[in-house]
């Protein structure tokens, strides 16, 4: 800087908006060009996605629903003994999709007096397509008070096919117990 110049105040290339800087000296590089529609675009954009969303979720919520049998079906009141199994039966009523659970019982496969009661299932597919059932349970004594409760799901079942299935309970005993169905649902598989 030559001594005759007197020292800036401030940045040596201006103001910004102050008109071009004087020759050989830096300025800073002009912004990008402001698109004032942007926002909109992406208002509508977020709005379209959040609506396809919510549509969405009222088709599978309809599809998940369908429709449903809530009635409660006890088991036999018999009691079992030693190795024996209880065993609920459905007897068709009609086209009754309750129908499609042939039997539903506890299997006792306790031994060496550790327990070990399962519950086991037997479903058909009276339909013409592909279902996936499912249905609560609860295991009950002779007193009414229910000693154990699960949901079970089968799936992906063909038309005309039969299903067996398991799972272990918590259960101590099968003695006096009853099994009730409280909800039973058959839907169509995809």
Do not use: H
């Amino acid at each position: 800087m030559p001594a005759s110049e007197p020292p800036a105040k401030g940045p040596r290339w201006g103001n910004p908006g102050s008109g071009p800087p004087p020759s050989g000296q830096w300025a800073p590089p002009a912004g990008p060009p402001q698109n004032k529609r942007r926002g909109r675009g992406c208002l509508w954009g977020c709005a379209g996605t959040l609506a396809a969303v919510v549509v969405i979720v009222v088709v599978l919520t309809v599809i998940a629903l369908g429709s449903r049998d809530e009635s409660t079906t006890p088991a036999p009141s018999g009691t079992a003994t030693g190795k024996a199994r209880q065993e609920t039966k459905q007897t068709p009523q009609g086209k009754s999709e309750r129908a499609d659970l042939m039997s539903f019982q506890l299997d006792d496969r306790s031994e060496a007096g550790i327990a070990n009661i399962w519950i086991v299932w037997t479903i058909k597919n009276n339909s013409s397509e592909k279902s996936d059932y499912s249905w609560d349970w609860e295991a009950v004594d002779a007193s009414g008070t229910r000693l154990a409760n699960g949901t079970q799901l089968d799936t992906d079942i063909q038309p005309g096919q039969t299903a067996l299935g398991e799972y272990p309970t918590t259960l101590k005993s099968v003695k006096g117990m009853r099994l009730n169905i409280t909800r039973f649902d058959r839907t169509a598989s995809y």
